[in-house]
Nanobody, 115 residues
């Protein structure tokens, strides 16, 4: 059974940091490129960051460059998103996504940036 379980979300003040995790099971994690997406209330889901299956390459949406860092540990079947200098506009549900032959989605974790 394929599972992607996000964790690490919560309430943080502007300028603060959070680290999200995405724990994968039920498929060969090291074969899959992994991504983070987010969806704010009333908005469409948007791309945040992506990392290749071996971690060698990453890319980010422009608003996240320099603030967010995507990484993965294939030995632990886990992907991460380090988010620094968070802004109220970063408030959203964050989803992890695995893509190779098939595409899998997690259930999401809420991130709220507010004073």
């Amino acid at each position: 059974q394929v599972q992607l379980v996000e964790s690490g979300g919560g309430l943080v003040q502007p300028g603060g940091s959070l680290r999200l995790s995405c724990a994968a099971s039920g498929f060969t994690f090291s074969n899959y490129a992994m991504s983070w997406y987010r969806q704010a209330p009333g908005k469409e889901r948007e791309f945040v960051a992506r990392i290749t299956n071996n971690g060698a390459n990453t890319n980010y949406a422009d608003p996240m460059k320099g603030r967010f860092t995507i990484s993965r540990d294939n030995a632990k079947n886990t992907m991460y998103l380090q988010m620094n200098n968070l802004k109220p506009g970063d408030t959203a549900v964050y989803y992890c996504c695995a893509r190779y032959v098939l595409t899998y989605w997690g259930q999401g974790t809420q991130v709220t940036v507010s004073s």
